[in-house]
């Protein structure tokens, strides 16, 4: 054991190997497993950072689980008012998993400038509403204010406020067509608070957040008449059964729709980083693990009469063969420690300034987002180092080929 471990260090020393042929070929496995894993703990974070933020504002705007009438479930605005005399509201306690519900109503109008008009939807939300989900977004002003009387301040997008020229302090008018076209729109004058950016298009090109009385008092609805009811979960993960859950709770004139259903198309957009994720993995895991196989093979080639003399000396072949796999596993080592200072380090630059910019066109987020766990990173490297040691063990298994004769004469 001695004589393994002296030789073992001796392989391992840089000086033994650095004038060496070899020596080209182990500072290529070194940074094909470096950079391996620098691509692995990136695309790993960033496509699951990219998927939780992606939730998060989805989930923000509309719940994790939309409970509405029948006639309502097709579209954004209320036509048929719900009353909010439910077994589950204002605490929702026949389904665990669920943290908190809200009553909201919405209605379409166009908000009119002197200079310009848009098209949006007005979120009627009252004193329930859980304004955590949006306070992160916003960029200027502060939340309105809906738990005492009704009033008219508002919540606008930052994509809207610029199209309109208008600012926090600024006030507006809005109309709101009627059901019957020979009718006057309903106008309403509301006022900035604050301007909100989400970084999703489909949000802040639509949403105005305001008090919901403005809606029932259009509507003519009664005070306890809602569009509809929005549903938080504990964990997204879990947010299939719990909406099975939800429905059967629920009344049979009540439909109930997950965000994964009414957003398909994004949610199914989400599921290709999985996939990408994946093929990313098993191609660096792929790469790393041939550049070691060659860096072994040269490595035997390069000591075959060493492994003659001590084989000669009495050494077994699993323990010659021992040798190259510490040698290995060392350079395995060596490559990983750089891959994760360079990778943790650029994450670490990402998540506090940002510099990677996206599209919210393309990605709904106007910067690449970062989720850093240590759980998935410790993961990535014991998955590394396994399959590469088990991979190395076929190519070490030429040295029980080499004969001790041959070896010492080979040159």
Same mark, same amino acid.
């Given at each position: ?33 470096? #950079? ?55 605490? %929702? ?62 919540? #606008? ?14 006030? $507006?008018?809005? %109309? %709101? ?17 604050? #301007? ?21 008092? !259009? ?46 198309? !994004? ?56 040798? $190259? ?23 670490? #630059? ?5 510099? !990677? ?31 590469? $040691? ?22």
């Amino acid at each position: 054991m001695n004589l393994e471990y002296f030789i073992a260090k001796r392989l391992i020393t840089a000086k033994d190997y650095k004038s060496s042929i070899s020596a080209p070929i182990i500072k290529i496995a070194i940074s094909a497993i470096a #950079i391996g894993m620098i691509m692995m703990i990136v695309s790993v974070a960033t496509g699951i950072g990219l998927q939780q933020k992606i939730r998060e504002k989805v989930s923000a705007f509309n719940g994790h689980i939309i409970i509405s009438n029948y006639d309502n479930n097709q579209s954004e605005v209320t036509l048929v008012p719900i009353s909010k005399k439910q077994d589950f509201y204002p605490k %929702f306690t026949a389904v665990p998993g669920v943290s908190h519900i809200q009553a909201i109503a919405s209605k379409a109008g166009i908000i009119r400038t002197e200079t310009a008009f848009e098209g949006i939807i007005f979120k009627g939300v009252g004193s329930d509403y859980r304004w955590d989900n949006i306070k992160e977004y916003l960029v200027s002003g502060k939340l309105p204010d809906f738990s005492k009387n009704i009033n008219q301040e508002v919540l #606008i997008s930052q994509f809207l406020a610029n199209r309109l020229n208008l600012k926090v302090g600024d006030s $507006f008018n809005t %109309f %709101f067509i009627k059901e019957s076209q020979n009718q006057l729109p309903n106008i309403r004058r509301f006022k900035i608070t604050g #301007i909100f950016n989400s970084g999703f298009q489909e949000f802040d090109a639509t949403y105005v957040i305001g008090d919901i009385r403005h809606m029932q008092r !259009i509507n003519k609805w009664a005070p306890d008449q809602v569009g509809a009811f929005e549903v938080f979960v504990n964990d997204f993960d879990n947010i299939k059964s719990i909406g099975e859950q939800v429905y059967e709770q629920t009344s049979s004139t009540l439909d109930t729709k997950t965000i994964i259903e009414k957003y398909s198309y !994004i949610f199914e957009w989400l599921q290709l980083f999985d996939f990408n994720i994946i093929v990313i993995l098993v191609v660096m895991i792929l790469v790393a693990t041939i550049n070691m196989v060659v860096a072994l093979l040269v490595l035997i080639l390069e000591r075959t009469q060493m492994i003659g003399i001590l084989k000669a000396l009495g050494a077994n072949n699993w323990s010659v063969r021992k040798i $190259f796999l510490y040698n290995a596993f060392y350079l395995i080592v060596r490559g990983l420690f750089w891959g994760n200072l360079i990778g943790i380090s650029l994450l670490l #630059i990402q998540q506090q300034f940002g510099i !990677i910019q996206l599209n919210p066109e393309n990605y709904y987020v106007n910067q690449a987002p970062v989720y850093l766990n240590w759980g998935y990173i410790v993961l990535l490297n014991l998955l590394t180092v396994t399959i590469c $040691f088990l991979v190395l063990l076929i190519p070490s298994y030429i040295i029980t080929k080499i004969s001790p004769v041959k070896a010492i004469r080979f040159d």
